[in-house]
């Protein structure tokens, strides 16, 4: 029986339903190929909303744990005739299982509600039921798998909740997929909320939106972070950016770095053709841009120079390259030719450094 009922071996069943395929091959028949692919679609939709509901992270390549996947298994019952029927349960295999909230979360009945909003067309359903973009996106990449193709209907029912569909949807789901947003490599900058480093997550606040951001990073990085719990990193990875093009997901992490604004010294410049020497060392401090954080700006109005770079790294290069830009159109320009205002500037840049 649905939410309680323990079993042998401390197993509790949490949930129950039935799957139906009709037109199935025969009537009462269907490839075994085909039921794998349907089953193992369920049981992921099942893990992944339990996720959500546990608040379990999610990495983009969906691994349940061992505790996400003895606490939510789905087993099978004797299939029944008419049309391909297959009744199944989500049970609690756990030694430790108890029946805790027999009102509680029901897996299937969950999965059912979600398919129902699919067959309704209804996307703002499933936006609120989840809220989460990357469980959201591999439950409906995992819809998109688990179809019927043909003229087969798929029917999922679990409590007072049925859901019907058929391969006509696929191309629906796949549009709402598009409108996800888009993948990209790209550098994000963000204050560090937190880090777990059990579970190796670490999650971001997004200075212009205010969003946390929530990524697991391989244990090779795990360097970089110890002795933080505050500040400001940059990440670099894969980002799921929204239609405002927006960051609302770091889908993969390659690299994470603290943000190093001390002053950056600059006693040479080799730049194209350009070849200086600083008379004295030069430092400018970096700073981050002041509307959204992201880029690192380096400054110095006496000389000029105003570079801007997505991170400390390129922003060096990108001053090595501002410096040989304004000493080309100024040191190097017919004083004659140059504004009164100009000419200072040649002046104070001729001060700063000598050609080589």
């Not at 190929?33 to 608040?55: H, K, P, S, Y």
């Amino acid at each position: 029986m649905r939410g309680g009922g323990v079993a042998k071996m401390g197993a509790v069943r949490l949930d129950e339903g039935v799957v139906r395929v009709r037109g199935a091959e025969g009537g009462h028949e269907i490839s075994a190929e085909r039921l794998a692919a349907i089953i193992t679609g369920i049981q992921r939709t099942v893990r992944l909303l339990a996720a959500q509901e546990e608040d379990v992270a999610v990495s983009r390549r969906f691994k349940p744990s061992r505790d996400l996947r003895e606490h939510y298994t789905l087993v099978l019952g004797i299939p029944e005739a008419g049309c391909y029927a297959q009744p199944m349960a989500v049970v609690d295999t756990r030694e430790t299982a108890t029946l805790t909230d027999p009102a509680g979360f029901f897996p299937l009945q969950a999965a059912t509600g979600v398919l129902a909003a699919i067959q309704r067309d209804d996307r703002d359903a499933i936006l609120n039921a989840v809220p989460h973009p990357r469980i959201r996106r591999s439950i409906l990449e995992g819809v998109v798998d688990f179809l019927p193709s043909g003229e087969d209907t798929l029917e999922l029912a679990a409590g007072a909740l049925t859901a019907s569909l058929d391969a006509m949807k696929r191309e629906m789901v796949q549009h709402w997929l598009s409108l996800e947003g888009s993948a990209v490599e790209t550098d994000i900058v963000g204050e560090l909320i937190a880090i777990k480093f059990e579970t190796k997550t670490i999650t971001l606040k997004f200075p212009p939106t205010g969003t946390h951001l929530e990524a697991h990073y391989d244990i090779d990085l795990e360097e970089t972070l110890f002795g933080e719990r505050r500040g400001m990193v940059q990440v670099s990875g894969t980002v799921f950016l929204d239609d405002e093009a927006c960051p609302i997901e770091l889908l993969e992490v390659t690299a994470i770095r603290l943000v190093d604004l001390s002053p950056i010294v600059i006693r040479h410049v080799r730049h194209g053709g350009v070849r200086l020497d600083a008379r004295v060392p030069l430092e400018i401090t970096p700073t981050l841009s002041e509307d959204d954080h992201q880029l690192f700006e380096a400054r110095d109005e006496p000389l000029g120079i105003d570079a801007f770079a997505s991170t400390r790294d390129k922003l060096v290069e990108a001053l090595d390259e501002e410096i040989a830009f304004v000493w080309e159109c100024y040191a190097l320009e017919d004083p004659a030719q140059l504004s009164t205002g100009a000419q200072a500037l040649r002046t104070r840049l001729l001060a700063a450094f000598q050609g080589v």
